[in-house]
């Protein structure tokens, strides 16, 4: 097993903190990562994509868990799969497209592990229905803090609690995954434009397509506040292509762009940049366009494409904000949009969506209602004072901001989200109470 001293950060490139990083190759060079670990303790991480500080741990040990990435079994008539946590997902839809199946579940990336999916109980377009990742995990293995692995089922507080649990009940070693099955590689998607929130809100809320979301543009202000272009999507079934196009049904071919260089100068994201990209957007959207054919990878990871795009936002990072809010709530998405609005923020990315049912996750954030989320430059004037804000407004109308895409949130504020973070605190009390599962986020939360 490699071990490194290594200075790590999240997708955002935020607060770096140095730790020692190993790489184990085994499920037993893995318990060696975490019972040797020291007084700093230890966590788990996959691909690095959480936003902020969930799989960084300053001054103690991380296990990078990319070397554990076997697919162990397949069942390609059933629709399972078994694989390490150090799978990425772009790896088992590789494998898993040309024999007819897809994740049920799939986040705006696929540079994400099967660990790090459970670990922030992942969410996608498709959640009205779908629910989040881990309505689709059949089993887990868990190595906990003595080394020793357990076999951990839905229907049981350990499961619960490891759903979207941050890494903070143990290190995932393995999982068995249901799946979806599909018939083609492509999706026909429909686009509509929404003149304002409110537009939007109603779009969405008329329901109907397997995957919905709008993209706002929070840049665009008076009347034509939080105007956005609504995105829904529907697997295509096989005898809706011509018979040419049949025998390549499932190939997955995603689309690559040049990396983004190393360097890019702090600012190239600014106001201007963010106005001019909404505008084409919601200009080069048609009033309404349907069944245009677009493939997977398109459809859902269109960021994938340009490797390193989190460097745009220049070496001072970007910092990533999501809340949920029930219905009946919509106000307090009207309040955070007038004022990013009102106050010019470059935000990007600004994401609209609809939320089913939530997950048995203790700290999984969906809950019924509504999403939006958005990036913001982390040197942003103000920006602390602004997200504390949208915290308090979310916390008051009963909603949450997601953990896993945190890095600025107050150490009060989980509580008032989470109503199941006593539950969380004590069975990690129980099962690991020397505390030896530790992260920034988790120190900086106190969770
Ligand atoms: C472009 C982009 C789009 C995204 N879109 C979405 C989206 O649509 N929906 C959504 O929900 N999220 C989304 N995310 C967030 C991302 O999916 C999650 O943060 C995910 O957890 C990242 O997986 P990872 O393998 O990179 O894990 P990391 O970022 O390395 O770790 C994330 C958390 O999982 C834990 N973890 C990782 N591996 C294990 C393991 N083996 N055992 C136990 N715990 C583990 C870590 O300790 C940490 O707490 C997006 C992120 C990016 C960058």
């Not at 929404?194 to 665009?220: K, N, Q, T, V």
């Not at 983004?260 to 048609?286: H, I, K, S």
Request: net charge positive; with cysteine.
């Amino acid at each position: 097993m490699s071990v490194d001293t290594v200075s790590m950060t999240g997708w955002g490139r935020t607060a770096p903190t140095t730790a020692l990083r190993f790489r184990p190759r085994t499920y037993e060079e893995a318990a060696v990562a975490v019972t040797g670990r020291g007084p700093r303790g230890v966590v788990a991480r996959g691909l690095g994509r959480a936003h902020g500080d969930a799989a960084q741990n300053a001054g103690g040990s991380v296990v990078d868990m990319t070397g554990l990435d076997r697919v162990h079994a397949v069942d390609a008539v059933g629709g399972v799969v078994a694989c390490d946590a150090g799978v990425s997902l772009h790896r088992l839809i590789e494998a898993l497209l040309p024999l007819g199946w897809f994740l049920p579940v799939t986040p705006a990336t696929r540079y994400v592990t099967v660990g790090g999916a459970i670990g922030s109980d992942l969410h996608g377009t498709g959640h009205r229905t779908a629910g989040s990742f881990t309505r689709h995990v059949r089993s887990l293995e868990l190595l906990t803090a003595d080394g020793s692995v357990r076999r951990v089922v839905p229907g049981t507080d350990l499961f619960d609690a490891t759903a979207g649990g941050l890494g903070l009940t143990g290190v995932i070693l393995s999982a068995t995954l249901s799946l979806l099955p599909v018939t083609t590689s492509l999706m026909s998607v429909d686009t509509e434009r929404a003149a304002d929130l409110d537009a939007a809100l109603a779009g969405l809320a008329a329901g109907g397509a397997a995957y919905e979301s709008a993209r706002i543009d929070l840049m665009a202000r008076g009347r034509a506040t939080g105007r956005a272009v609504l995105i829904r999507g529907e697997h295509v079934p096989v005898d809706a292509l011509p018979a040419r196009a049949r025998r390549t049904a499932l190939a997955f071919r995603p689309g690559k762009l040049p990396p983004v260089p190393a360097y890019v100068p702090e600012g190239l994201l600014g106001r201007a940049p963010a106005a001019l990209l909404g505008e084409l957007r919601f200009r080069g959207a048609r009033a309404a366009r349907a069944g245009r054919l677009q493939r997977i990878s398109a459809f859902f990871h269109p960021l994938d494409a340009l490797p390193g795009w989190n460097r745009l936002h220049g070496p001072g990072g970007f910092v990533q904000y999501q809340c949920a809010v029930g219905d009946g709530q919509e106000e307090v998405l009207h309040r955070i949009v007038q004022r990013l609005a009102r106050r010019r923020c470059p935000a990007f990315h600004a994401v609209l969506q609809r939320l089913g049912a939530g997950g048995p996750g203790w700290l999984s954030f969906p809950v019924p209602g509504w999403s939006l989320s958005f990036g913001l430059p982390a040197g942003l004037p103000g920006l602390g004072r602004l997200l504390d804000l949208f915290d308090d407004e979310t916390a008051a109308a009963g909603g949450r901001v997601c953990l896993a895409k945190d890095a600025r949130m107050r150490p009060s504020a989980p509580a008032a989200m989470y109503p199941r973070l006593p539950d969380f605190r004590a069975l990690r009390g129980e099962l690991d109470p020397e505390g030896a599962f530790r992260s920034d986020l988790s120190r900086r939360l106190a969770l």
